[in-house]
């Protein structure tokens, strides 16, 4: 059953990025994309956050749990709940121009969201 939640994870984050937050971009003016995606990016955050929790708990009543899911399952609680913390500032950031501390964020966000997808499609190797 362990299983199921990282791939879950995997489809979610590619789904959110690849699919959902291009059209919205393409379709949608800089100030209404603006308004969606701060109501949708927290809870993609609390969706992977949880997933990773639902995960770590799974394992401990499966027999074939091995060290590295216990460490993949909580590095993407983690990264996960440190993306949705930072939130607020990177939005606090992009009303005050705050150009730096904007990109700074972005990327931390955007690394660890690529750090949780690589690392749940390698959960299945573990």
């Known amino acids: 059953m ?6 879950m994870i995997v489809g979610i984050i590619i789904l959110q990025t ?3 937050a291009p059209t919205l971009f393409k379709k949608l003016e800089i100030k ?10 927290p ?8 997933l990773g929790g639902t995960t770590l708990i799974s394992l401990y009543f499966e027999q074939d749990s091995t060290a590295e899911h216990y460490a993949i399952a909580s590095a993407t609680t ?7 913390i930072i939130i607020p500032i990177t ?11 904007f990109n700074l964020l972005h990327k931390i966000s ?11 499609i390698g959960y299945v190797f573990a």
């Open 2 to 7: 362990h299983y199921y939640f990282p791939g």
């Open 18 to 20: 690849s699919i959902v």
């Open 32 to 41: 209404e994309f603006g308004v969606v995606i701060r109501a949708l990016w």
């Open 43 to 50: 809870k993609f955050f609390i969706v992977l956050t949880l």
């Open 78 to 84: 983690l990264f996960a709940l440190i993306c949705y």
């Open 91 to 101: 939005n606090r950031a992009t009303d005050e121009g705050n150009d730096k501390l």
């Open 110 to 120: 955007v690394y660890l969201t690529i750090t949780i997808l690589l690392l749940n």
